[in-house]
């Protein structure tokens, strides 16, 4: 089962019922009954919390929001993983107030799964931390790769860090850090790595901090949404390119659909002791029954316990005494 906020996606809360709907998963809904009236297993949860609010305190001043809900119903065992399309604020700090982080994990990350053809590459963090630790990124290595291999049939995760330049020595001092221990670890770390190899093929995660994270994963978008409205454009400015159009009209959907944000589903909250997940918040019925669909898989794939061994076998987990989390604004 996996519960489902409907408040806070820029479509409305029928937009995403619809989404859980086709998913073809078993959902439980939680938003405003009287607009989901043609819904099934529907928890009334008018309440949201926004973009604008402050979302630790809202999360605790508002124990009846939706997303708070549907964490709870996580935490009690009523639900394998909550997706919603709202605030990833909020979604952070309800995961943080009632499923709580892996013993031992410093700081949980939001991980992207962008649909590059040639190979989707894993980005990581992309917004849950602005600023970042060494042994932060460490563990985001190690959480991102489980994840791609649990979840996502990767073989062997073939990781890089992210920084100005691929000598050892280039980037911050805590990329410099971080660079060290993992070159020590067992994982397939390919070092550091540029933005222009996040692209590349070559790689299936990319660590770095939650600001650089964001900026490069809107960047990417970006830039797919303007190449492939740049293609269409050319293909209609004329008799002969329209003919061409309709030659590569197969490969150019298939394409399209591949980089799509729909096809992207969801990016994950790692770090979690359950399941958590963030939609795009313009996403369609298609983008939210594929991120439900994708919790789903998560669940039954255990990547939460397998991302917990993996950071365990590779000796990166902190003491369990290891400070608390704040919870920054989100987005």
């Known amino acids: 089962m996996i519960a489902l906020d409907a408040n806070g996606a820029d479509r409305g809360p029928r937009n995403v019922a619809e989404g859980g709907r086709r998913a073809g998963v078993p959902v439980t809904i939680f938003g405003p009954a009287d607009q989901l009236r043609n819904f099934e297993n529907v928890v009334d949860a008018p309440i949201a919390i926004t973009n604008d609010e402050d979302p630790a305190r809202a999360v605790r001043a508002k124990p009846d929001a939706s997303v708070v809900q549907a964490a709870r119903a996580v935490k009690e065992g009523r639900a394998g993983g909550f997706v919603t399309s709202g605030s990833t604020g909020a979604a952070l700090a309800a995961g943080l107030f009632h499923l709580k982080r892996m013993r031992g994990v410093h700081r949980p990350a939001v991980a992207v799964r962008l649909p590059i053809p040639s190979r989707p590459v894993l980005i990581l963090d992309c917004g849950a931390n602005v600023d970042s630790r060494s042994e932060w990124l460490v563990q985001f290595a190690?959480?991102?790769?489980?994840?791609?291999?649990?979840?996502?049939?990767?073989?062997?995760?073939?990781?890089?860090?992210?920084?100005?330049?691929?000598?050892?020595?280039?980037?911050?001092?805590?990329?410099?850090?971080?660079?060290?221990?993992?070159?020590?670890?067992?994982?397939?770390?390919?070092?550091?790595?540029?933005?222009?190899?996040?692209?590349?093929?070559?790689?299936?995660?990319?660590?770095?901090?939650?600001?650089?994270?964001?900026?490069?994963?809107?960047?990417?978008?970006?830039?797919?949404?303007?190449?492939?409205?740049?293609?269409?454009?050319?293909?209609?400015?004329?008799?002969?390119?329209?003919?061409?159009?309709?030659?590569?009209?197969?490969?150019?959907?298939?394409?399209?659909?591949?980089?799509?944000?729909?096809?992207?589903?969801?990016?994950?909250?790692?770090?979690?002791?359950?399941?958590?997940?963030?939609?795009?918040?313009?996403?369609?019925?298609?983008?939210?029954?594929?991120?439900?669909?994708?919790?789903h898989r998560a669940v039954e794939e255990g990547v939460v316990e397998r991302t917990e061994a993996a950071l365990r076998e590779s000796g990166s987990l902190a003491a369990a005494s290891a400070t608390a989390v704040s919870v920054g604004s989100g987005s």
């Open 142 to 295: 190690y959480m991102g790769a489980a994840y791609m291999e649990a979840v996502h049939g990767v073989q062997r995760a073939r990781v890089g860090l992210l920084s100005v330049g691929e000598e050892p020595k280039k980037g911050t001092e805590e990329v410099v850090e971080a660079n060290r221990v993992l070159s020590d670890g067992p994982l397939d770390f390919a070092g550091n790595v540029e933005g222009n190899d996040i692209a590349g093929g070559q790689l299936d995660v990319v660590v770095t901090d939650g600001f650089t994270g964001n900026v490069a994963l809107k960047a990417v978008e970006g830039t797919a949404i303007t190449v492939m409205e740049a293609v269409r454009d050319t293909i209609r400015s004329g008799a002969l390119s329209s003919l061409g159009g309709l030659l590569i009209r197969k490969k150019a959907r298939r394409l399209r659909e591949e980089l799509n944000q729909d096809s992207v589903g969801a990016g994950i909250l790692l770090g979690l002791r359950g399941g958590a997940f963030v939609t795009h918040g313009n996403a369609t019925p298609v983008g939210v029954a594929t991120a439900v669909r994708l919790a």
